[in-house]
C-alpha cells in the first residue's frame, strides 16, 4: 500500500488516516505499534520522503 503524505505526517497521522478509510481497524488504535525502516518507532515519529512504515498489530506467541 503506498500513501501520499504532507510533510511532518506522523506514524500515528497515518494509522489514523486508515482507520478514517477502513474503520474496522478501529478495534487495534490503541494497542497498534509503529515501524519505521525496520526500527520501532514512537507514535509521534515523523515521516520522511521514502520510509517506510509498518503498523504492527498484537500478536502473542509461545
Do not use: C, K, M, Y
Amino acid at each position: 500500500l503506498a500513501l501520499e503524505v504532507t510533510p511532518g505526517t506522523t506514524v500515528v497521522e497515518v494509522r489514523d488516516r486508515l482507520i478514517a478509510e477502513h474503520p474496522e481497524l478501529a478495534q487495534w488504535s490503541d494497542l497498534t505499534r509503529f515501524g519505521i525502516n525496520l526500527q520501532f518507532v514512537e507514535a509521534d515519529a515523523i515521516l520522511h520522503p521514502g520510509d517506510e512504515v509498518v503498523l504492527i498489530p498484537p500478536v502473542s506467541g509461545g
